[in-house]
């Protein structure tokens, strides 16, 4: 009992439809914020991508939705129109399977549609506003919309929100809400400048952290050092040695991504393209060919590990190790989602020693890999190869104290030093305690 949904006593009409998604047992995101989402109480989600967590929000509040009253009863909110379009997606096949398509009302509030249009369809208030907060406060300000009657309102994404500047936008929607207005906050990671915000609206909140999975047992990850070669070469040889369903090649940033997209495209390989600096028009198409599988390959920034849901990921390929640890979760993250074998390819050189050797401190085993002659070829650890290094410096130092010191310095002297150096050394790198 405790194990299945049951447990959160939804009406009959929300189990059937839970029955309909195939949903068989809560995630863990789920178990612990479905009650206190059902009782009113605010929260912070603090979860991986692919925990589901747009369900622990959604099941619950469309188990208090009130039929009677037509007006704005859930505010939604998302930092990219992709991530809104993905949530509103999901609110429709609810709606659908719970057979409310006329009782039910959602609407989808995100730019590059007709402003005017949009606000003609909101002459009756909906139930449930899914949207960008920009266009959401501007149908506000044009007074074509009101939230205030909204009992819940969501922020999905809080700390891409902050990163990609709409949490001022956010703050603006807050507002213009009831003051007791429930606050249902979702985000991988609380930078300072989120916390502040959260103490002006949250009061007393639940907050749950449920640790990232890093490494699932369905997971791979493997690491290829660049010794200087270039990236695009890289990946073009590795696409001979791999059968992606889908892979992601992610960049750090959209110059990068541009750069790598060209450089494939010029070396044969078909690649998409999706970043935030695409033109609206230029991002939906990049996203329609996406979803119908044009690509095998799509080059991306990071908004696509957090901002847009990319289905059937298989590898992921980092062209660019990220700076920071989070980020590489999120990243690997779009591939083993629901069960389904992943593996995630990282290039990396030295100054990615530090970020890996963080990864490996939170239990992340890799393995190092190459490609010769089309094949994979297993190569040594980047501490292995630290640790020969250091036993190096330390033939050297030794060397060095043995050699003899001559009291009258002639011409000359150095080289003979240093000859006899080499030679000790040579003696030494022979000795068995100084080669382990």
Avoid: C
């Amino acid at each position: 009992m405790e194990k299945n949904f049951e447990q959160f006593a939804f009406h009959p009409i929300m189990v059937d439809v839970i029955e309909k998604l195939q949903f068989k047992k809560p995630t863990d995101i789920q178990r612990k914020i479905m009650p206190a989402i059902s009782k009113g109480t605010s929260v912070i989600g603090q979860s991986h991508t692919g925990s589901g967590k747009t369900h622990a929000y959604l099941l619950p509040l469309f188990n208090k939705i009130d039929v009677d009253k037509r007006s704005v009863q859930f505010v939604i909110t998302a930092p990219t129109r992709e991530l809104a379009t993905q949530i509103n997606d999901e609110v429709k096949k609810i709606i659908k399977f719970a057979g409310k398509e006329q009782q039910w009302i959602s609407k989808l509030l995100v730019g590059g549609t007709d402003k005017q249009k949009m606000m003609e369809k909101l002459k009756e208030p909906p139930h449930i506003v899914v949207g960008t907060p920009g266009r959401i406060l501007d149908l506000v300000k044009e007074e074509a919309l009101s939230i205030y009657s909204a009992t819940s309102f969501v922020i999905d994404e809080a700390d891409l929100m902050l990163d990609l500047g709409f949490i001022n936008d956010v703050d603006q929607l807050l507002v213009r809400s009831n003051k007791n207005v429930q606050l249902l906050v979702f985000s991988a990671t609380i930078p300072q400048r989120l916390e502040h915000f959260f103490k002006k609206y949250l009061e007393n909140p639940l907050h749950v952290k449920i640790d990232d999975q890093l490494s699932p047992e369905t997971m791979e990850h493997h690491l290829i050092d660049t010794k200087h070669r270039d990236e695009a070469d890289i990946i073009v040889d590795l696409s001979k040695v791999i059968n992606p369903y889908l892979a992601i090649i992610f960049t750090n940033g959209k110059d990068l991504a541009n750069k790598l997209s060209e450089s494939l495209l010029e070396k044969g390989l078909e690649v998409g393209l999706i970043h935030g600096g695409l033109a609206p028009r230029e991002r939906k198409r990049a996203l329609k060919d996406i979803q119908n599988l044009r690509y095998q390959y799509i080059v991306a920034t990071d908004l696509a590990s957090r901002g847009i849901d990319i289905k059937g990921v298989s590898h992921v390929i980092n062209a660019q190790l990220p700076k920071e640890e989070d980020f590489y979760v999120h990243r690997v993250g779009r591939t083993a989602r629901a069960g389904m074998e992943g593996t995630a390819i990282s290039l990396y050189n030295e100054s990615d020693i530090k970020i890996i050797s963080k990864l490996e401190q939170k239990g992340l085993a890799f393995t190092f890999f190459d490609i010769k002659n089309g094949d994979w070829v297993e190569m040594k650890s980047w501490n292995e190869r630290n640790l020969r290094q250091k036993t190096d410096v330390n033939v050297d130092k030794e060397a060095w104290k043995r050699v003899k010191k001559s009291k009258k310095v002639k011409p000359g002297y150095k080289k003979k030093m240093k000859y006899q150096q080499e030679s000790i050394k040579k003696r030494l790198n022979k000795n068995t305690k100084f080669k382990k």
